[in-house]
């Protein structure tokens, strides 16, 4: 699929500016779904229509990429984003355990999901990354439809320009000025009280807004010494003056006067950068109808998919973070007795097993460049080939052998081969260092990523307990603990109870599917504690369509962790 050209002249450069020729499509797995009885293994525009609003896992640019191939263009009417405002800040997912008031922080860690998101950027990168999203948006709005950038005093005058480009300086609809109390201790400056979100539309002479939904009510001092006849006029006794007052209110402006969310706030998620609930429903309700769109891409804690459920709206949420993911599925089904059907997929983050999530960790810190046209090795590194093998075992003499066995195959490859493993069998860098002696060329390097610093993590364990009584199954959450969660603590695995009185306080919230498939996770029931003092019940009972369904439970910790346990 082509992408369109950009629609206004080129307004600002940076360097490595580019547009890319086309667009790629990138797979979506089916992770798991709420009130979903048949869920399509792929989403398409012509199952969104009947099926349920959907949520993406992984890079937006790959799923905004996957949403146009799959039949979204010109579909969205509505699209809000909160992206990284390039500000400076590390924003890391500060955890309190439940019933405590100690927090937890991520830093200093590198699983990359913990990190809900950091936006530190060179400036020419972040120009690049909105640049290149923005473009799939403008393809993603209908003919009518509006997207609404939100953003600071850190990029909003570039990202002006970048708008201007993308989507027309005509297609400019206005500034909105959200102002919001905002304690600060400032010192040789004024205090900053508010943000800027930029509204473009589509088409420069018509788009969605509906004008009666966003009347606001006449103040007592505008009225202070009018009186109303029967014909809604308001007359000044002193002039005789009159004038029309409409009877759903004045018209809207351009300063939206929300306050943040305070601390006691029901919708309060912990969750930085969170944006106040009033604030996304005017939005969505100024520009969207009954049977539109929206599409949040930098979903965060979920505010958006929350209140255009709410609404009764069709969505479509994203966020590359699994925190952000978990947030919003947990909001959703909290906020709503019975929520729409939801869909949750991954995109170009398939199967997040202890192997692949070391994967990862390898290719981003040492860069590693990967080549997804080659059939046996990984990729390149340095100008060598590199084969990153099964990464939760040492290294065997097996592995070894597939290696030989493939360059066998590769008469005139002269490149050396990089070998990631996580340990090695023992006297095995013997037989490696005498095949680098005969061999000249391919010579085998290992580098074992414990030594090098590259921090991995064990999975988090359960011990859940399944009594079956003809049509229903009851479970018990008997034991649960994190390792992460000890080592953030610093708590000696041995002595954890000493230290967590009920061990319930690590859980954030608990997931249960009575007919698993293995497929995907199907969400039946759920235990998602209000308040954050509260903690899971611990113990369900819950029906089964037939006496041998498997029973599923997710489990998901305090630190985002999921534990699957089947019986």
Known sequence: MKIKPVKGRAMLTWVGKHLDDKVEYYPAQLEDVCNVDDPASEPTYENFESGPNLVFQGDNKEILSTLLVNGFSEKIDLIYIDPPFASGANYVRKVALRGRKEKLEAEGHSVAEQIQYTDIWANDTYLQFMYERLILMRQLLSKNGSIYLHCDPTMSHSLKLIMDEVFGPSNFVNEIVWKYNWASTVKKKFSQKHDTI???????????????????????????????????????????????????GQLPSDLFEIGIISRSAKERQNFPTQ??????????????NKNSIVLDCFVGSGTTAVIAEKLGKR???????????????????????????????????????AD????????????VQIDRQEQFFDGTLDGTLVKIVDLTKPLTRLDIQHIKNELSNRPDDERNITVFCYGSESNLRDEIDEWNRLHPINKIIVREIGSEGVTTFEPAQ???????????????????????ICDRLDVDRSIFDEHIEDFRSQIDCVLIDTDYTSDHFNVV???????????????YTVSIPRPDARVAVKIIGMLGEETIEIG
């Open 356 to 367: 692949l999530e070391r994967r990862n960790i390898v290719i981003k810190k040492c860069g």
């Open 525 to 539: 029931e759920s235990d998602v504690p209000e308040k954050h003092e509260d903690f899971i019940e611990g113990e």
């Open 275 to 288: 944006k106040p609930q009033a604030l996304i429903e005017r939005i969505i309700k100024a520009s969207s």
């Open 462 to 484: 359960a011990k859940v307990n399944f009594k079956r009584e003809g049509q229903s199954v009851t479970i018990t959450i008997a034991d649960y603990i994190s390792p992460t």
């Open 315 to 353: 969505w479509i949420a994203a966020d590359i973070n699994k925190g952000a993911i978990q947030t919003t599925m947990k909001r959703i089904q909290a906020c709503i007795d019975q929520p729409r059907g939801i869909a949750h997929y991954r995109v170009n983050n398939y199967d997040a097993s």
């Open 198 to 248: 930029f509204w473009y539309a589509k088409n420069p002479n018509d788009w969605i807004f509906n004008l009666d939904e966003m009347r606001e009510p006449y103040t007592e001092e505008q009225l202070k010494g009018y009186k109303r006849d029967k014909d809604g006029y308001y007359t000044l006794d002193s002039s005789g003056k009159k004038w029309y007052a409409h009877p759903r």
